[in-house]
């Protein structure tokens, strides 16, 4: 079953006087449980279309269904919600929120969701144990290296069991361990929790992590190989 | 919980800005508060302690004949009766004045003799406050009630030392009684007072019964009523009204036994109104026999029915003798009435009533009271007469404001009055002023503040804004976990209202000090208008929840509705461009 189903998508940022095309007419279907990457060069068009996928920014023409809601025709409101619980967060620069510990980070989305206080905890608990932090939970984010920044991230984007993570270029403001054992984590999360990932990177060296691979050039998807 | 939580700690992130920010807003409240309080206080010293002692809260005020000084009423009891039902009243004050040229040694000054009623059970706050106002630097209250002593007084510092005189000294003082007669009398200096309020420069305290015996009155009559109430700012247009209803009066009647030549038997005398539109109804409705009108209406005017001139035997030009029982003497009281026309009977107010002009009537009703028979010739007039006879006194109509009161004080003095003006007023009315100054302190203090307020509004956007630009991403990122815009906006307010909540809480434990040191100061102002603004030689502030919780409630009204704008702002911007922000 597909999660994720694009037809002629297409995205313009007006930019003065011009209108620059990011996504050009993408044909996009991804199978639940999928642990995708989206790769092309720089401005080929991969966060636009993570983006659009995440319900943060909006199709100018095109179809976009997520799970079985076209998500083209909803109001804010509706937006926000699927974003708070059907789709999860890992942005290249962690983006947690310094006001908050490690363990108050994880939990956020939970307390969004008007969860208790409690069952947040407890539900927190675990993933910042899944993710090897036990030990740095009352931790400020400015007390973590990038490596701990990023598990936290992931935490908070499995935290509320979404339907799918979405996650833009998470390893590039990583040194090339770090980076491979968050995409190793991140695998063993998509087989432990069965949660669908995609994630965006111009580095080929992250490629042999991903079970399906797409690649983008120019605001078009290029055909993968049979 | 979640978006205080954050609100709280985001507002630590930025600690220098936002503690500058604070300063001014704490500035502003303490501004705010301590102005305020010194406005109350001001109506306070005006309303509690210098206009509550001059007129009470409610005052019920009489005028004899209209005269200014004739402040008397002649049924003391019968005022009594109408307050005493009232469970608001605390205390009742008689206010006995006179102004008074005193000779001390080798000089002379004005001074106002105030009666002081000293045997009356004071409650401890009174005495705090009779000794808080009126510092006795020598001798005691007490001493004012020494009956070996010839008039025991107490006098002001000032005046002693223009005066020339001390403790134990005699002060002689000339006076004009309640009746106009010119009096003299020695007072006894048995006490000096230390005052600060400018109003009191020149009063002496002498005890009440003496003060009421030089200025003329009787044991059962009274001057000028002062009334405390409890609660008054609720309660005093309400108790005065009630009152005022109460003290509605009926008509006037002298129940005599009249004798001619032939003849004696029981009238009623009652005063028939002298103004030229009564007196043009009155010789409508009444048809003359004998004698004339002219006459009739003239002061000692006096109009007898046919039927009774025949049973006394009397014409006019004639002689009738009336007798007439007293309320508060016992020998009853006789005089002698000139008749100036005989009517007809079918047209008058009854069969054997007597009409006096009401000038001539007064002299005789008010100077001895009748007393009222168990049952006499006479029960009340007809509607064509009941506008025309003269009533027990006339009560003036209530008013709300001090423009109404100048309004009626202004119409009583141009109208020639006979019988006795009675008002009840309250403090509210006849110093609304006073109100009207607090008002307006407030006002230019807001005036004032709101300009600082205005930096305020400036430094509130501009903090916001700067914190919106540094936090650009950070919106991005909740917005984009799932955070609905209504809770971003909410979360900015939050900040806002809690940054000015902390720093308006300071702000009036900030004026509290700056009351508490300003209140430390003393200050000396003889014969200076400044001195009505202090209590004991300081400046007196009272803070009042309402003023506190008014300042408060403004500030961060004024803060949460400047930070609406840009909070919304910020709420609305698109989750990628935010995520997008660098800066």
Redesign the interface.
């Known amino acids: 079953m597909n999660i994720i189903e694009i037809k002629g998508l297409k995205k313009d940022y007006p930019l003065g006087d011009t209108i620059v095309p990011a996504l050009r007419g993408v044909d996009l279907a991804v199978a639940e449980g999928d642990f995708m990457s989206i790769i092309g060069p720089s401005g080929s068009g991969k966060t636009t279309l993570l983006n659009v996928i995440g319900c943060i920014d909006f199709a100018t023409s095109g179809s976009v269904k997520v799970g079985d809601r076209e998500i083209t025709a909803l109001s804010d409101r509706q937006i926000t919600d699927i974003r708070l619980n059907k789709i999860g967060f890992i942005f290249q620069t962690f983006n947690l929120i310094p006001v908050l510990d490690v363990i108050e980070n994880i939990e956020f989305p939970l307390l969004l969701m008007k969860k208790s206080a409690a069952e947040a905890r407890k539900r927190a608990d675990k993933l910042i144990e899944e993710v090897g932090l036990k030990e740095y939970a009352a931790h400020r984010p400015a007390e973590l290296s990038g490596g701990q920044r990023q598990r936290v991230a992931i935490a908070r984007a499995l935290v509320t069991g979404p339907d799918m993570v979405l996650a833009d270029e998470p390893t590039a403001n990583l040194d090339s361990v770090t980076g491979a054992s968050i995409l190793e984590l991140m695998r063993r999360m998509n087989e432990l929790e069965k949660t669908t990932f995609i994630f965006s990177t111009h580095d080929a060296n992250v490629l042999k992590y991903a079970r399906r691979i797409v690649r983008i050039k120019d605001g078009l998807i290029e055909p993968e190989p049979a | ?2 978006l205080i939580k ?1 609100s709280l ?2 507002l ?2 930025q600690k220098r800005r936002n503690i500058l920010l604070g300063s001014a807003m704490t500035i502003g409240v303490a501004i705010l508060v301590t102005a305020n309080s010194f406005s109350h206080g001001i109506s306070d010293i005006m309303f509690n302690k210098v206009m509550r002692y001059v007129t009470g809260h409610v005052a019920i005020r009489f005028n004899e004949r209209g005269g200014v000084m004739r402040e008397i009423f002649r049924d003391r009891a019968r005022v009594l009766a109408a307050i005493k039902d009232e469970p608001q009243i605390e205390k009742i004050d008689e206010g006995i004045a006179m102004f008074a040229r005193a000779i001390g040694n080798g000089r002379s000054d004005n001074i106002i003799l105030i009666g002081a009623d000293t045997k009356k059970g004071q409650t401890e706050k009174e005495k705090r406050e009779l000794e808080e106002s009126f510092r006795l630097t020598e001798g005691s209250w007490k001493d004012v009630d020494d009956l070996s002593v010839e008039n025991p007084v107490i006098i002001t510092e000032d005046k002693a030392r223009y005066l020339n005189v001390k403790k134990n000294d005699i002060v002689r003082v000339r006076f004009r009684n309640m009746f106009g007669q010119d009096q003299a009398a020695r007072l006894t200096i048995v006490g000096i007072m230390k005052i600060d309020n400018i109003f009191m420069q020149g009063v002496v305290f002498l005890e009440l019964t003496r003060a009421k015996e030089l200025l003329g009155y009787r044991p059962y009559e009274t001057g000028s009523l002062s009334l405390t109430i409890k609660n008054p700012q609720k309660n005093a247009f309400a108790v005065a009204g009630r009152i005022h209803e109460r003290l509605k009066p009926g008509t006037a009647v002298i129940y005599a036994s009249a004798a001619g030549r032939t003849g004696r038997r029981p009238a009623a005398v009652l005063g028939f109104k002298s103004d030229d539109q009564s007196k043009k109804k009155i010789a409508g409705l009444l048809k003359l026999a004998s004698g004339s009108f002219d006459k009739a209406f003239k002061k000692d005017g006096v109009i007898v029915p046919a039927g009774l001139a025949r049973a006394l035997g009397v014409a006019a030009g004639d002689a009738v003798n009336i007798r007439y029982d007293r309320k508060f003497e016992k020998a009853p009281r006789e005089a002698v009435l000139r008749v100036s026309a005989v009517c007809a009977s079918g047209e008058y107010p009854g069969q054997d009533v007597i009409l006096m002009n009401d000038a001539g009537f007064y002299d005789l009703y008010y100077q001895e009271l009748p007393a009222a028979p168990a049952a006499g010739p006479y029960s009340a007039v007809s509607a064509d007469w009941a506008g025309l006879v003269a009533p027990e006194w006339v009560l003036l109509k209530r008013t709300f404001n001090t423009e109404e009161y100048t309004r009626k004080y202004q119409e009583i003095a141009r109208n020639k009055w006979k019988g006795t003006t009675l008002d009840v007023s309250t403090m509210y009315e006849t110093a609304s002023d006073i109100l009207k100054l607090e008002s307006v302190l407030n006002i230019i203090t807001i005036s004032a503040v709101l300009v600082l307020f205005f930096i305020i509004l400036l430094g509130v956007v501009n903090t916001l804004r700067m914190t919106i630009r540094e936090r650009t ?2 919106i ?10 209504a ?1 971003v906006r909410n979360m900015f307010i939050l900040e806002t209202f809690f940054l000015t909540l902390f720093s308006a809480a300071v702000g009036v434990v900030t004026g509290f000090i700056v009351m508490r040191l300003l209140s430390l100061i003393t200050f000396h102002p003889v014969d200076n208008p400044l001195g009505m603004l202090l209590v004991n030689s300081h400046l007196y502030f009272l803070p009042t929840f309402t003023g506190i919780a008014g300042s408060v409630f403004l500030i961060i009204a004024i803060a949460v509705i400047t930070a609406w704008f840009p909070a919304r702002r910020a709420a609305n911007l ?3 461009q935010a ?1 997008g922000h660098f800066g």
Do not use: F, H, K, Y
Request: a positive charge.
């Open positions: 919980m979640l954050l700690r985001n630590l992130r991403r950070e991005g990122t909740v917005r984009a976990i799932g955070m609905q815009r809770d698109s989750p990628a995520l």
